[in-house]
C-alpha cells in the first residue's frame, strides 16, 4: 500500500449545540488531512490548528506531503521524516502540531489497514471504561443560570463538567477579577454554590484559561489565593490558573495547594513538555492528540507524567477527529483520569463520529471501529463550507474577532 496524495479539508459549522457555549462562541472551524493510497484505503487525522488559524494548515500540509507521497505508509520513517525536514522551526509549536494531524491520519490508515481500533495498535486499551466530563466554556450568570448549566449536563448523562473562572453575562460581558482577595472571593463563592447544587458525588472542575488569555491573566499570588479559597469544594483539578511562561509559580503553586492543579494544553513535544514535567508542575497533564505533536508523542508525554506519579486528562476541544485521537490516546495511556468531551456537540463531531464515540452511565467505552472511527464524505465536506475568518483567536487592534 502506497501513499497517492495528501489533501486538507477546512470546514465550518456550528460551535455546538449547547445553549449555554453558544451564548459565547458560535462557529468553529476545523482542518482535516486525508492520506490516500492505491489500495483504495484513506487516513483522516485532525490539527486542532485549524481552530485557531486554519487558513495556515493547507501550505503547511503541502510543504510536508511530497515526504509521503509514493512512500508506503510506515509512520515511525515517515513521522521522522517529516520532524528532521522542519527541524529549525517544528521542534515545537506550529509545525508540531501539523505533524499531528499528519500522524493521526497515519494511525487511522494503518487502523483501518488492519481491522482494529487505533489504541490497539498504541499498545492496546488500559481501561475497561473513562469518566468522561462535560467541556462547558464560561460560567454563565447569574448564578441560578450556572445551575441550569450544571443541570443540563448532567441530563446528557455526564457525572462531571468544567466552567471557567470569572462569569459571563449576556449583555454585560465578562467579568475576570485578577486582584487577588477579589478573584478568590468570586471563585469561592462560585464554588460553594456549584457544590452545594450539585451534591458531593460530581465531578467539578475548574479553568482559568490563563494559558490563551490576553492581559488579564493570574500570578503566582492570585492563583494561590484562588486556591485556598476553593480548597474546600473538591475540586477534580484546576487547569491553567497561571500562564505558561511560567512553569516555576507553576511548580510553586503545586506545592503550596492541596488542590490538583492541571495543565498542558498548550504545550506541544516532549521539548515543551519536559520544562514543565521535571519541575512537577502539573499534577495532572492535559495533553492533546490532535496539538501535541502526535499520537506517539502524547504517550511519551504520557509515560513521562506516569513516571513521576502525575495524571492525565485529555484536552479534546477540536472536532471529530480531535475527540477520537484523544479518547484512543487516552484508554492507551495507563494513568489517564479523565477524558475532556464536548458536550451536545453539533455537526463537525455528529457527522463524522459514525457512531464510533459511546458513552454510556457517565463513562466512555473503548471505540470498536478500525482505525480512528470517523468518516468525512463530499456530503460533510459541502454541508459545512469553510468561511474564511472563522478561526478563534485573542482580538487584538487590526485583528478582531467576529463570530
Known sequence: MNITSVTTT????????????????????AAFIEIHTDAGLTGIGETYAGYFCPEVIPPLVDFFAPILIGSDASIPELYDRMVKC????????????????????????????EQVPVYELLGGAKHVK??????????????????????????????????????YTPGEGWYSPTEPAEAADFEGRKLEFLRRHCGQSANIMLDGHMGNSVGKTWNLETALAVCKAVEPYGLFFFE??????????????????????AGGECLTAMYEW????????????????????????????????????????THAWGAAGSLMQNVHCGFAAPNTRIL?????????HADLLDGSFVMKDGYVLP?????????????????????????????????????
Open 274 to 313: 519536559r520544562v514543565f514535567a521535571e519541575r512537577d508542575a502539573f499534577d495532572i497533564g492535559q495533553p492533546d492528540a490532535s496539538f501535541t505533536g502526535g499520537l506517539s508523542e502524547f504517550l511519551r508525554v504520557a509515560e513521562m507524567l506516569h513516571a513521576r506519579g502525575k495524571g492525565v486528562a
Open 10 to 29: 477546512l470546514l465550518t459549522g456550528p460551535s455546538t449545540n449547547d445553549r449555554f457555549l453558544r451564548e459565547a462562541r458560535r462557529l468553529r472551524s
Open 340 to 348: 475532556e468531551v464536548a458536550p451536545d456537540y453539533a455537526g463537525l
Open 86 to 113: 522542519g527541524n529549525y522551526w517544528n521542534r515545537v509549536g506550529l509545525g508540531a502540531a501539523v505533524i499531528n494531524g499528519i500522524e493521526a491520519a497515519l494511525w487511522d490508515l494503518k487502523g483501518k489497514q
Open 240 to 261: 491553567e490558573p497561571l500562564h505558561y511562561t511560567d512553569p516555576w509559580s507553576y511548580s510553586e503553586l503545586c506545592k503550596a495547594t492541596g488542590v490538583p492543579i
Open 130 to 167: 473513562l469518566p468522561a466530563y462535560a467541556t462547558g466554556g464560561p460560567s454563565n450568570y447569574p448564578l441560578e443560570r450556572l445551575a441550569e448549566k450544571a443541570d443540563y449536563y448532567f441530563s446528557l448523562g455526564f457525572t462531571g463538567f468544567k466552567v471557567a473562572t470569572g462569569s
Open 367 to 403: 471505540p470498536d471501529r478500525p482505525g480512528m472511527g470517523i468518516v468525512l464524505t463530499d456530503e460533510i465536506k459541502a454541508r459545512y463550507p469553510f468561511q474564511p475568518g472563522s478561526g478563534e483567536f485573542n482580538s487584538v487592534p487590526g485583528k478582531i474577532l467576529r463570530d
